[in-house]
């Protein structure tokens, strides 16, 4: 099945650097795909070269299995939001989105129509007169989105929409932005910078660094499978928990052994004896009785009071460590005792910093 938008080996070189280098992926119709990592990674130049602002080195761009690379801007039927709304403040709600359709010579009546209908579906009907002005940001997201899906584009390129809002605002927009696509079956392709859009919106998320997309996955995935460290850390809040580690492998058996005599007994994986990381999250970390088995004593520096939930800082060996724990009394000082889940643990090569897949193995009591 053709994809509807597809990029095969797209590189962009500025002055010597790689900027993008082979990228590929492809979007199915109706998706909600995020292009997510750092300032700097390539991401506003991949949408620049998508939407036709910026041509690309190498590489071919489709949409719906045509190749457009050399298909201007205007012609290439692509939706474009940016980080500012360019709401027309002094033209009403109506005339923002009858102005594209007026370029593109539709006449008045059907204008009309137009406007009306999809001022139903996004929610804009019982403010059409009012002047752009005048609207709060929900409303000019909104306005901007229906400006520019009224041109049917095929597909709508997203360019960090919600960057300047506070996060308020950005919490509520991003439950109405995924409404709007859902009910439209529109596809999108939304570029950001920010892990909690990316994972709270998307189908299917890819992470950028340095110009290469290091990963394609679900958000499920991408947060509990990601390849490699930099995804690992890039990804979660609070931010995962890279614990020193030593594998030992025995003939067919493997060992991770931690500080404090903790082992976790496993098969062999395709990893070297020697030193390594164990990813752990915060909120697979427990708070258990002291004394209990596979338990670590760790002593409490401070904690981060977040009302639902306490983030704890620890101390394990030389470096702190965050806990997700329930709120409560706890003195700073205190001696904690810490089980890792183990079924949410991942093992990092330190040579390669690629996660290595492996089975726990139980221990018969």
């Not at 706890?330 to 904690?336: D, F, H, N, Q, S």
Request: overall charge neutral; aromatic content about 6%; glycine content about 8%.
């Amino acid at each position: 099945m053709v994809g509807k938008l597809e990029l095969k080996r797209v590189s962009k070189r500025f002055a010597g650097r790689d900027a993008v280098h082979n990228l590929s992926l492809a979007l199915g119709k109706g998706e909600f795909f995020s292009l997510l990592g750092p300032s700097g990674c390539g991401k506003s130049t991949t949408l620049a070269m998508i939407a036709g602002f910026v041509k690309p080195d190498g590489g071919d761009i489709l949409v719906d299995g045509h190749r457009i690379n050399d298909v201007s801007p205007q012609r290439r039927r692509i939706g474009l939001v940016f980080q500012d709304y360019a709401v027309f403040t002094s033209l009403t709600v109506r005339a923002n989105l009858a102005f594209g359709l007026e370029v593109k010579g539709m006449k008045r009546s059907e204008r009309r129509r137009a406007v009306e209908s999809l001022a139903r579906q996004l929610d804009l009907a019982e403010i059409l007169d009012r002047r752009g002005g005048s609207l709060n940001m929900s409303e000019m997201q909104r306005v901007a989105m229906a400006r520019t899906l009224a041109t049917e584009p095929e597909l709508l390129l997203l360019d960090e929409p919600m960057s300047n809002l506070d996060a308020e605002i950005r919490a509520r927009l991003r439950g109405e932005l995924r409404q709007i696509q859902k009910s439209l079956a529109q596809t999108v392709f939304y570029v950001t910078h920010d892990q909690a859009e990316a994972l709270s919106m998307s189908d299917r998320i890819a992470v950028m660094r340095d110009g290469e997309m290091l990963q394609v996955a679900t958000p499920d995935d991408i947060y509990h499978r990601p390849i490699n460290r930099f995804v690992a850390e890039f990804i979660g809040d609070p931010p995962i928990n890279l614990i020193p580690c030593d594998v030992q492998i025995d003939a067919m058996k493997m060992a991770i052994m931690l500080r404090g005599g903790v082992t976790l007994p496993a098969a062999i994986a395709a990893i070297d004896p020697g030193r390594h990381w164990l990813g752990v999250r915060p909120h697979n970390i427990q708070l258990v009785p002291e004394g209990g088995a596979g338990t670590v004593p760790s002593v409490l520096r401070f904690v981060e009071n977040f009302g639902a939930k306490h983030v704890l800082h620890v101390e394990y060996g030389d470096d702190l460590i965050r806990i997700e724990a329930a709120p409560g009394a706890r003195a700073i000082g205190t001696t904690l005792y810490l089980r890792f889940d183990s079924a949410r643990v991942l093992l990092i090569d330190r040579i390669n910093e690629r996660v290595v897949p492996f089975q726990r193995l139980e221990v018969a009591a």
